[in-house]
């Protein structure tokens, strides 16, 4: 699982036909609970490019992206297809049900 910022964002979700973005903070326990799970769909997904964003170190995307989803809280996950989104969650998610959005998508 790599980290984007802003200024690689757009390249980031761009760069393979689905990927998750997977935003978080340190200060949020959800958030950090949750990045081993997404880690989990990282190893097990060859074909999806997995990210996480750190909202308090990239300003600039994080307020397009709760503006965009109307977003409130973190975690909060958003899977793009050629870079559009297709599909977000806000709220803690097990690989189990991350992995069963992946596979409803296809």
Request: with cysteine; net charge negative.
């Amino acid at each position: 699982m790599k980290e984007i910022s802003d200024g690689n964002y757009m390249s980031a979700i761009n760069s393979q036909d689905i990927c998750v973005v997977d935003f978080y903070a340190n200060w949020c326990m959800p958030c950090m609970r949750m990045e081993n799970e997404v880690s989990k769909i990282d190893e097990t997904n060859a074909n999806v490019s997995v990210y996480k964003f750190n909202v308090d170190k990239g300003v600039g995307v994080w307020s397009k992206v709760k503006e965009e989803f109307s977003v409130r809280s973190i975690p909060f996950l958003v899977f793009y297809r050629n870079g559009k989104p297709i599909h977000s969650a806000v709220g803690y998610r097990n690989a189990g049900q991350i992995q069963e959005i992946l596979d409803n998508l296809s």
